[in-house]
């Protein structure tokens, strides 16, 4: 089993649809990292949070520590949000464990 | 804005070849990183560096070394190559502990092996 497991591993949404990304560990942690990648390959930080819930703009990242579970949501969807949506964890120094990614597709 | 360029957006090497990879940060981080991605089983570790001229291993080192001779460059060495290190390469760099900063990314070098 994964440490860090996500669903679901596609995703095929229409512009406008809210979409759910979900995360769960079996680890514990320090932080969580919700990461974006787009083709291409280049990835950039989107959230890093340890507790509660965070937002910017359109995108919402939430965890719950009890549960080991965190999840992204993305509301009103557009295509330039298709990406691959990676989740990691912080576990200690240094050692950080990374999710296979969601792949998602938003189509006009 | 955090800076980390990647020397290759893609690179073909032959089999036995010794092939280097490298990436500059230019915000002065402390720790680098070196990542392959594969299909299926996200991004592994193959070598951090906490400091000039320290190194660690990660996960899968094997057939890998690293050089990090000044703070802003990482060097990824692939001493003979192999096919079964065609992959996707990501260096990333961050400041002090992880556990607090995020990592900043490169755009990663798509490197086949033949």
């Known amino acids: 089993k994964n440490e860090v497991e996500q669903s679901p591993q596609n995703l095929t949404a229409q512009e406008g649809e809210f979409i759910t990304i979900n995360c769960s560990y079996s680890v514990g942690i320090s932080a969580l990292h919700w990461l974006q990648q787009h083709p291409g390959g280049g990835i950039v930080s989107l959230f890093m949070?340890?507790?509660g819930k965070k937002k910017h703009g359109r995108l919402i990242a939430t965890i719950n520590i009890q549960e080991k579970h965190s999840s992204l949501h993305i509301t009103a969807s557009h295509p330039r949000d298709s990406a691959v949506y990676i989740c990691a964890v912080s576990g200690g120094y240094q050692k950080v464990t990374f999710g296979i990614g969601t792949k998602l597709q938003v189509i006009p | 804005d955090v800076k980390v360029t990647q020397s290759s957006r893609y690179l073909v090497k032959r089999t036995g070849e010794k092939v280097f990879l490298e990436c500059v940060q230019d915000m002065d981080h402390e720790n680098m990183f070196w990542y392959r991605q594969d299909p299926g089983l996200g991004l592994r570790l193959i070598y951090f560096s906490y400091d000039v001229k320290m190194k660690e291993k990660g996960d899968i080192p094997e057939g890998y070394s690293v050089s990090r001779e000044k703070k802003e460059r990482f060097s990824l060495i692939l001493e003979s190559a192999s096919t079964n290190q065609t992959s996707m390469y990501l260096c990333?760099?961050?400041?002090?502990?992880?556990?607090?900063?995020?990592?900043?990314f490169g755009d990663g070098t798509r490197l086949s092996i033949l």
């Open positions: 990333a760099s961050s400041s002090d502990d992880y556990s607090n900063q995020p990592q900043h």
């Open positions: 949070l340890s507790s």
